[in-house]
């Protein structure tokens, strides 16, 4: 998946949304293909690069999230 589709879901083409340094965990789940319920689980066990509480609110650092995202799977291609 390509920075431009990820931006896409994750603004829904909102060019606003677009220029936003974080993403809530909402968007996240989205971009992840996961449930709003895992990527809130994977935010508490530290499994969601860059997640930062602001009062009761959890927003992660897109950079963080899409760096994570380029990195290659650990174990290499072989899965060893």
Not at 41 to 57: F, K, N
Request: proline share 4%.
């Amino acid at each position: 998946m390509c920075q431009e589709q990820i931006a896409e879901l994750s603004t829904g083409g909102n060019e606003m949304a677009a220029q936003r340094l974080t993403l809530s965990v909402e968007e996240c789940a989205v971009i992840l293909g996961i449930s709003r319920g895992s990527a809130y689980s994977a935010a508490a066990r530290g499994d969601l690069p860059g997640v930062l509480r602001i009062g009761r609110r959890l927003i992660v650092s897109r950079a963080r999230l899409m760096a994570m995202l380029a990195e290659p799977p650990a174990g290499g291609a072989d899965g060893a």
